[in-house]
């Protein structure tokens, strides 16, 4: 069966730094594109990235682009984030989706606090 397991996630200082991984299994992780969504306390899941199956194509939301970065490694089934310039609104729990499906990880808390 589908499996999607994030892993990464932790407490930083703003400015600082984190790499989420993804870790996919039970589909062919090279023929779909993916998706990494945050939900914040009190808001609602919101995209932040996407990756096209090649990686070769990248799209992020306006409030992370230029400090995030999404890519994969197909060979390991496996999707990343790297985190950069942490704010404390990046606050979440961050979630890896394979697209266009309704399959979701666990998520990882990523706490942005002095």
């Known amino acids: 069966q589908v499996q999607l397991v994030e892993s990464g996630g932790g407490l930083v200082q703003p400015g600082g730094s984190l790499r989420l991984s993804c870790a996919a299994s039970?589909?062919?992780?090279?023929?779909?594109?993916m998706r990494w969504y945050r939900q914040g306390p009190g808001k609602e899941r919101e995209l932040v990235a996407h990756i096209s199956t090649t990686g070769g194509s990248t799209r992020y939301a306006d409030s992370v682009k230029g400090r995030f970065t999404i890519s994969r490694d197909n060979a390991k089934n496996t999707l990343y984030l790297q985190m950069n310039s942490l704010k404390p609104e990046d606050t979440a729990v961050y979630y890896c989706n394979r697209h266009p499906s309704s399959y979701w990880g666990q998520g990882t808390q990523v706490t942005v606090s002095p």
């Open positions: 039970g589909f062919t992780f090279s023929s779909y594109a």
